[in-house]
Nanobody
């Protein structure tokens, strides 16, 4: 299993930028998660959790939800065991708890049930 810790959530104004950080670590000694797919999801109040973006650790594969394409950038630093989500041109509708997740899938998957490990979440609030 993979332990995931998010940070970077904040209260920002519409149009601002924000970077979320997810640090991954193996719960068991010798376990590797570098073959895993990493994803960012978000959940707004009263709504279902939705896929935001996904990446593999080499960065050779990325995928974005339509609302994220062109505004959000996902990246991974293999040496630091860290995945980032750079968000720009933020809108009030981006307000949500953002979760980092890890999947044992061989390609980027968008369904939350395909992800095995989750972080605790980071609150992002965008005011108008």
């Amino acid at each position: 299993q993979v332990q995931l810790v998010e940070s970077g959530g904040a209260l920002v104004q519409a149009g601002d930028s924000l970077r979320l950080v997810c640090v991954a670590s193996a719960e068991a000694s010798g376990e590797t998660f570098k073959t895993y797919i990493m994803g960012w999801f978000r959940q707004a109040p009263g709504k279902e959790r939705e896929f935001v973006a996904g990446i593999n650790w080499s960065g050779s594969m990325t995928d974005y939800a339509d609302f994220a394409n062109g505004r959000f950038i996902i990246s991974a630093d293999d040496a630091k065991n860290t995945v980032y989500l750079q968000m720009s041109s933020l809108k009030p509708e981006d307000t949500a708890v953002y979760y980092c997740a890890a999947s044992k899938a061989f390609w980027i998957v968008r369904t939350q049930h395909d992800y095995d490990d989750w972080g605790q979440g980071a609150q992002v609030t965008v005011s108008s």
